[in-house]
Nanobody, 120 residues
Framework: QVQLVESGGGLVQSGGSLRLSCAAS????????MGWYRQAPGKERELVAA???????NYADSVKGRFTISRDNAKNTVYLQMSSLKPEDTAVYYC??????????????WGQGTQVTVSS
């Protein structure tokens, strides 16, 4: 089992910045993916940014150039630095970690979610 604890959400004005953190603990071996999703009211959950075990990153087109994902392996923590925030970035942000099991399947773990609200 992997436990995820998120922090860093809040209210910010348009153009501002926030940094989200997600700390993983428990049976954290074979984690090969760490990412952030978000879900706005009435919308589907979408992948915002991800980083894999070989440090490859990918971003949703809507956040490219504004958001940066990174991780600290020593702290088992993934971060999402969000800059130039827009009202449309308002959503609940969820940390997602994927673990490769012995049978080659991936198991998904989710954080509890943290609210990000960007005021215009």
């Amino acid at each position: 089992q992997v436990q995820l604890v998120e922090s860093g959400g809040g209210l910010v004005q348009s153009g501002g910045s926030l940094r989200l953190s997600c700390a993983a603990s428990g049976s954290i071996s074979s984690i090969n993916f760490m990412g952030w999703y978000r879900q706005a009211p009435g919308k589907e959950r979408e992948l915002v940014a991800a980083i894999t075990s070989d440090d490859s990153t990918n971003y949703a087109d809507s956040v490219k150039g504004r958001f940066t994902i990174s991780r600290d392996n020593a702290k088992n923590t993934v971060y999402l630095q969000m800059s130039s925030l827009k009202p449309e970035d308002t959503a609940v942000y969820y940390c997602n970690v994927r673990q490769l099991r012995r049978d080659a399947t991936q198991y998904y773990y989710w954080g509890q979610g943290t609210q990000v609200t960007v005021s215009s």
